[in-house]
């Protein structure tokens, strides 16, 4: 099993960026297909953007053209670069393989909080 410790959330102004970081360990990172995912407040949680260990990447509509999904094997560190940051993006990121996502086994860990606030 992955285990995986994100870090970079912060409280910004609207328009702001941050830098977020997951780094991995354990034996499916190489192969795995990597998520962040965010939960706001009475929201359900929503996949962000995907990255596999190739070049095929995926993002929500929401924040397509604002954040950027990037991937280092030798770093065992997923990032999830955001931009132009909203209101609306106020979150708990979460960074989970979509593989125990979807099969019910991931652990939602401590994530990183996200506030964009005036």
């Known amino acids: 099993q992955v285990q995986l410790v994100e870090s970079g959330g912060g409280l910004v102004q609207p328009g702001g960026s941050l830098r977020l970081s997951c780094v991995a360990s354990?034996?499916?990172?190489?192969?795995?297909?990597m998520g962040w995912y965010r939960q706001a407040p009475g929201s359900q949680r929503e996949l962000v953007a995907a990255i596999s260990s190739g070049a095929w990447i995926k993002y929500a509509d929401a924040v397509k053209g604002r954040f950027t999904i990037s991937r280092d094997n030798v770093k065992n560190t997923i990032y999830l670069q955001m931009n132009s940051l909203k209101p609306e993006d106020t979150a708990v990121y979460y960074c989970n393989p979509l593989r125990a996502v979807a099969g019910g086994s991931a652990y939602w860990g401590r994530g990183t909080q996200v506030t964009v606030s005036s």
């Open positions: 354990g034996s499916m990172f190489s192969s795995d297909v």
